[in-house]
């Protein structure tokens, strides 16, 4: 396990990365909100990010997605620099990004919304098989097909916003705080569908605020503070680090 943004983590390149940062960096108007990020996820890993509120969660995967600059480092996605590459060449080389908050087309159908996601795919080819997995993973979506996205509860618009961003096709899904605002039992289902996700091969990176579960979710974790990585290893060797408990379970550690 690595301690520190000096540690060295993510900065040796790996020929099965999907996904490799060094040295992020993204600022806001002079402020530093992401300060030298950098992490690597291996091909077909579910790896977390996890961190306080303002930690720079959101952040670093915006930066990965191109929908806010670099301040410095670089992002690597299959071994492809993606200097000056745009966020919609991002996508069709298979980084998709399901936002905090869903970003659900409310006015919109449910079929539609799902269709969407397949926006860069101007042939339409395999449309249809593709909206077959999605509704045999979330069943509810596919008895609501018809139905206004708005009018769907929290929990069906969070599987809406995954099923969308599987219609695209993605390599690389990029979650962030899909547990938010949900009830423990909605939560419980859309983890036990992102671990279904993960099964058929795709890599996630998942930002979760809820530590404990994002641990008990992913292989390997970074633990982010202030912008900088402070924590990284094997999730298994986070739950029982005493700096993770103490400042992320509420437990109190005997010195």
């Not at 303002?54 to 200097?83: E, H, M, N, Q, Y």
């Not at 992102?194 to 292989?219: K, P, S």
Request: charged share 20%.
């Amino acid at each position: 396990m690595s301690a520190g943004p000096s540690a060295g983590v993510g900065t040796e390149p790996s020929a099965e990365a999907d996904l490799e940062l060094t040295a992020l960096k993204v600022s806001y108007g002079g402020i530093g909100a992401v300060k030298g990020v950098s992490l690597v996820v291996r091909s077909g890993e579910i790896v977390a990010l996890v961190g306080a509120n303002g930690a720079g969660k959101t952040s670093v995967l915006k930066a990965i997605v191109g929908l806010v600059p670099l301040a410095g480092g670089s992002v690597r996605l299959f071994g492809r620099d993606l200097a000056g590459v745009p966020t919609h060449r991002r996508v069709a080389l298979g980084a998709t990004l399901v936002p905090e908050g869903r970003a659900i087309f409310a006015g919109l159908t449910v079929r539609e919304n799902l269709e969407l996601g397949s926006f860069l795919d101007r042939e339409k080819r395999g449309l249809a098989a593709r909206l077959e997995r999605v509704v045999t993973l979330f069943p509810r979506l596919g008895e609501r097909l018809l139905q206004s996205a708005g009018t769907l509860s929290g929990g069906e618009q969070q599987m809406l916003a995954i099923g969308r961003a599987l219609m695209g096709g993605p390599k690389l899904l990029l979650l962030d705080e899909p547990s938010l605002g949900l009830a423990p039992k909605l939560v419980a289902q859309i983890f036990e569908s992102i671990r279904a996700v993960a099964a058929t091969g795709i890599t996630i990176l998942l930002v979760e605020q809820n530590t404990r579960l994002a641990l008990e979710t992913a292989a390997r974790a970074y633990v982010l503070s202030t912008g900088d990585i402070v924590l990284s290893g094997p999730s298994r060797e986070l739950r029982e680090d005493a700096r993770v408990k103490a400042a992320y379970f509420g437990e109190t550690v005997e010195a």
